[in-house]
């Protein structure tokens, strides 16, 4: 199991390179005992308040070790740990990494090492994952310190990011609802494959004052503060887009886009363009099914998927409103805690309508993530809002659906980060008795990998394309160095098999 230690105490503070010999021939003091590799670094954190990284397949997180106990320097203290006197160590900053002079290079997306592209953009590939359950974590929004540069982690908590070369030596922030932010130097991924572990952050009761909260009321000051906490004026993304269609695990069709997004401000009337720079679209030939799913207007759901500039009806909090509103919890984010609301249809009602959670800062009330659904007990009567066209000898349920919706800080503002949306639908032929029915899974999701404020113009009507067409069928001109210097979302395991294993169709325009 791959992994990194972060501490929390800070004792040393901040160091220098200067100073490392200093740091590692300093002196501490650990008890005789018998704990995991992970276990007795996470001692060596508390005392020092260094944050220990390093690749699981070189130190082994879960291997027991028998520590004398005693008064030993820092560095004996590590190889009395690793029990390897071949490991190297270096510090930098608040951090030690743990490595092996020689990396080999790996297919193993999780332990591929940064590698230096041809245009002075670093490569980093590396997972996020819980640090107490060993779990992945997904859309861990990860940026570039004091930069608009960021991607997300995909759903196996891996991510893959390109920063100009002049930027290492900045910090790359790792930051999720739910956990403490972190902070790594660039440096530390430079040629050595490393994985993040995430910290939950406890909350101390007596930081929590108990009353009644009117969780409409936080919804409500939510809205007014939108001016406050979100641009007005518009600015320009660059986005990475994947839409795709799957059965039993199977891609189906996968189409992969970079855009440049023009958002308008929140309270604007127009609409946002987008401007195709690369795409590739990817089918399975041995698919050959006479049923075949489409999904239209995926760009567009994704850009309305903003539910800050465009308002769903669980926000509108009139007389009329069909919600009931609940705060189940209190969670931690990157600058203090938020509020969690749920909010489902009240009862009687039998529409199918959304019921979810929001997350909305404590302190200046900005809504930082929403994750909701489409009521399980009636998504089946939402067809006609889901299926446009269907053959007549063939009947379609919705089986669920799925939406995550993430904004993030920067540059006083916060800005939209990421979003999905995912669908299931059960597809079965007329009078077809002893054919079982079919489960077809669609989904859509876009990060937001760069944000751009200065001189942002609208497109011409030529740059900008469509967004409520199938976007599988728009026309293009294949590049074959399709990732370039764009950052995108990393694949996951199955939609790396897609992506090697079935052929693509690439087409042409003059």
Same mark, same amino acid.
């Given at each position: 199991?791959?992994?990194?230690?972060?501490?929390?105490?800070?004792?040393?503070?901040?160091?220098?390179?200067?100073?490392?010999?200093?740091?590692?021939?300093?002196?501490?003091? *650990?008890?005789?005992?018998? /704990?995991?590799?992970?276990?007795?670094?996470? $001692? !060596?954190?508390?005392?020092?308040?260094?944050?220990?990284?390093?690749?699981?397949?070189?130190?082994?997180?879960? $291997?027991?070790?028998?520590?004398?106990?005693?008064?030993?320097? *820092?560095?004996?203290?590590?190889?009395?740990?690793?029990?390897?006197?071949?490991?190297?160590?270096?510090?930098?900053?608040?951090?030690?990494?743990?490595?092996?002079?020689?990396?080999? *290079?790996?297919?193993?997306?999780?332990?591929?090492?940064?590698?230096?592209?041809?245009?002075?953009?670093?490569?980093? &590939?590396?997972?996020?994952?819980?640090?107490?359950?060993? /779990?992945?974590?997904?859309?861990?929004?990860?940026?570039?310190? /004091?930069?608009?540069?960021?991607?997300?982690?995909?759903?196996?908590?891996?991510?893959?990011?390109?920063?100009?070369?002049?930027?290492?030596?900045?910090?790359?922030?790792?930051?999720?609802? %739910?956990?403490?932010?972190?902070?790594?130097?660039?440096?530390?991924?430079?040629? =050595?494959?490393?994985?993040?572990?995430?910290?939950?952050?406890?909350?101390?009761?007596?930081?929590?004052?108990?009353?009644?909260?009117?969780?409409?009321?936080?919804?409500?000051?939510?809205?007014?503060?939108?001016?406050? =906490?979100? $641009?007005?004026?518009?600015?320009?993304?660059? %986005?990475?887009?994947?839409?795709?269609?799957?059965?039993? =695990?199977?891609? !189906?069709?996968?189409?992969?886009?970079?855009?440049?997004?023009?958002?308008?401000?929140?309270?604007?009337?127009?609409?946002?363009?987008?401007?195709? *720079?690369?795409?590739? &679209?990817?089918?399975?030939?041995?698919?050959?099914?006479?049923?075949?799913?489409?999904?239209?207007?995926?760009?567009?759901?994704?850009?309305? #998927?903003?539910? !800050?500039?465009?308002?769903?009806?669980?926000?509108?909090?009139?007389?009329?409103?069909?919600?009931?509103?609940?705060?189940?919890?209190?969670?931690?984010?990157?600058?203090?805690?938020?509020?969690?609301?749920?909010?489902?249809?009240?009862? %009687?009602?039998? /529409?199918?309508?959304?019921? %979810?959670?929001?997350?909305?800062?404590?302190?200046?009330?900005?809504?930082?993530?929403?994750?909701?659904?489409?009521?399980?007990?009636?998504?089946? +009567?939402?067809?006609?809002?889901?299926?446009?066209?269907?053959?007549?000898?063939?009947?379609? +349920?919705?089986?669920?659906?799925?939406?995550?919706?993430?904004?993030?800080?920067?540059?006083? &503002?916060?800005?939209?980060?990421?979003?999905?949306?995912? #669908?299931?639908?059960?597809?079965?032929?007329?009078?077809?008795?002893?054919?079982?029915?079919?489960?077809?899974?669609?989904?859509?999701?876009?990060?937001?990998?760069?944000?751009?404020?200065?001189?942002?113009?609208?497109?011409?009507?030529?740059?900008?394309?469509?967004?409520?067409?199938?976007?599988?069928?728009?026309?293009?001109?294949?590049?074959?160095?399709?990732?370039?210097?764009?950052?995108?979302?990393?694949?996951?395991?199955?939609?790396?098999?897609?992506?090697?294993? !079935?052929?693509?169709?690439?087409?042409?325009?003059?």
């Amino acid at each position: 199991m791959k992994g990194c230690i972060i501490g929390i105490i800070c004792f040393f503070g901040y160091c220098s390179l200067t100073r490392a010999a200093e740091i590692l021939d300093g002196e501490i003091q *650990l008890p005789k005992t018998k /704990e995991t590799v992970y276990e007795l670094f996470n $001692r !060596i954190t508390d005392l020092t308040g260094f944050f220990f990284i390093y690749d699981s397949d070189i130190i082994n997180n879960e $291997r027991k070790v028998k520590f004398p106990g005693g008064t030993y320097s *820092l560095r004996q203290s590590i190889y009395l740990i690793t029990q390897d006197k071949n490991i190297q160590i270096k510090v930098i900053g608040r951090h030690i990494l743990l490595y092996k002079k020689e990396i080999p *290079l790996a297919t193993d997306t999780k332990t591929l090492p940064a590698t230096r592209d041809s245009s002075n953009f670093i490569t980093v &590939k590396a997972a996020v994952r819980d640090a107490q359950t060993k /779990e992945p974590v997904p859309y861990v929004s990860v940026g570039v310190e /004091e930069t608009g540069i960021g991607t997300i982690t995909n759903q196996s908590g891996e991510f893959i990011l390109k920063i100009p070369y002049s930027d290492t030596i900045r910090n790359i922030q790792f930051s999720h609802v %739910g956990y403490n932010q972190q902070a790594v130097p660039a440096g530390l991924f430079l040629n =050595n494959p490393v994985d993040i572990y995430l910290q939950t952050k406890m909350v101390p009761l007596r930081e929590i004052i108990v009353g009644l909260v009117n969780p409409q009321k936080i919804i409500r000051e939510m809205l007014n503060n939108r001016p406050l =906490n979100y $641009r007005n004026d518009p600015v320009y993304f660059t %986005g990475f887009y994947r839409e795709g269609v799957e059965r039993k =695990n199977t891609i !189906i069709s996968l189409t992969e886009a970079v855009f440049q997004i023009y958002k308008t401000g929140i309270e604007s009337s127009d609409d946002d363009q987008v401007k195709l *720079l690369k795409m590739r &679209k990817i089918s399975n030939k041995e698919e050959t099914d006479s049923i075949v799913l489409k999904m239209r207007a995926g760009i567009d759901a994704s850009l309305r #998927l903003d539910i !800050i500039k465009y308002v769903p009806d669980f926000f509108e909090l009139n007389d009329e409103n069909p919600f009931n509103y609940t705060k189940i919890d209190m969670t931690v984010t990157d600058a203090g805690l938020a509020h969690v609301i749920a909010f489902e249809q009240k009862a %009687g009602i039998k /529409e199918p309508l959304y019921k %979810g959670e929001l997350y909305i800062d404590s302190d200046n009330r900005a809504l930082l993530a929403a994750h909701f659904e489409v009521n399980p007990r009636y998504v089946d +009567k939402s067809t006609d809002i889901f299926v446009l066209k269907k053959p007549k000898n063939v009947d379609i +349920k919705p089986e669920n659906a799925n939406y995550y919706v993430y904004y993030k800080y920067w540059n006083g &503002k916060y800005y939209l980060s990421h979003l999905r949306g995912d #669908l299931s639908f059960k597809i079965k032929k007329k009078n077809a008795f002893l054919q079982p029915s079919k489960s077809i899974h669609t989904f859509f999701e876009m990060a937001v990998c760069k944000i751009d404020t200065i001189d942002v113009k609208r497109f011409s009507n030529k740059e900008s394309i469509p967004t409520r067409n199938v976007f599988s069928e728009t026309k293009f001109r294949y590049d074959n160095r399709f990732w370039d210097d764009f950052n995108v979302i990393l694949p996951e395991e199955r939609l790396n098999e897609a992506i090697t294993r !079935i052929s693509s169709k690439i087409e042409e325009i003059k």
